[in-house]
């Protein structure tokens, strides 16, 4: 519904604009016809009092009748141009807009701040905050260093002790998995589209489930 608000409310503002840019147009046209009639009038004048004939009359009145259509084409042509270079330059703006959005989004979703358990009726059962972290290994151990300790899950049987790792780079975090037993896979947020990691890193955003063989980790 909000988009359909926001959506209604441009094409107000695009209307109103363009109203607007017809208004100005017909107010310097009409300054326009004012001008050209002063020169007729005054024509008129001139030929009278210096006595012209009706030939050198019909001449100018029909020079000055072709000076104001041709001005009428061309404020035509003008507004209608001016209305496709409005048009193309609020595409252009709204292009922008829309990038902007994205590119605020992808940021967003790149940004990675918590690592969620999730049992199988997808409630949560632990949280392990990232905070200043850049990498983070998943696995099961109680002497080796492991920053998302799965061994008190109902599957940790499944799970190897460095299972997979979570890696900072400049484009966002990637998941690699460690060598595991039972591999390592993601389900992302975008689309629900699951994906089985191989040998080489994937990447992971805001929203997505990564699963250390049936136990899932959603990232946020």
């Known amino acids: 519904m909000k988009f359909l608000k926001n959506w209604k409310l441009k094409r107000e503002i695009k209307k109103y604009q363009k109203k607007e840019m017809r208004k100005s147009e017909i107010k310097e046209r009409k300054v326009n016809y004012i001008f050209w009639g002063i020169v007729l009038i005054a024509s008129f004048g001139l030929v009278y009092y210096f006595h012209f004939s009706k030939e050198i009359l019909i001449i100018i009145s029909m020079m000055i009748m072709g000076f104001v259509i041709a001005d009428l084409f061309y404020y035509s042509w003008k ?23 994205e590119d605020k989004r992808e940021q967003s979703r790149n940004n990675i701040t ?15 905050p990232v905070g200043k972290a850049n990498s983070m290994i998943i696995g099961k151990s109680a002497r080796m260093r492991v920053d998302i300790n799965l061994g ?22 990637f998941v690699e ?21 191989g040998n080489a890193p ?19």
């Open 152 to 173: 008190e899950t109902a599957y940790s049987s499944l799970i190897s002790k460095r299972h997979a790792i979570l890696n900072k780079s400049d484009n966002g975090w």
């Open 202 to 220: 994937v990447k992971v955003q805001s929203g997505d489930i990564i699963y250390i063989s049936t136990v899932a980790l959603l990232v946020k």
């Open 79 to 101: 507004l209608k141009r001016d209305l496709i270079m409005y048009e193309k330059s609020q595409f252009v703006r709204d292009s922008r807009i829309v990038k902007s959005i």
């Open 114 to 128: 918590h690592v969620i358990l999730k049992n199988e009726e997808g409630y949560d059962i632990k949280t392990w």
């Open 177 to 197: 998995d460690l060598g595991s037993l039972n591999g390592t896979g993601i389900q992302r947020y975008a689309d629900n589209r699951k994906i089985k990691i």
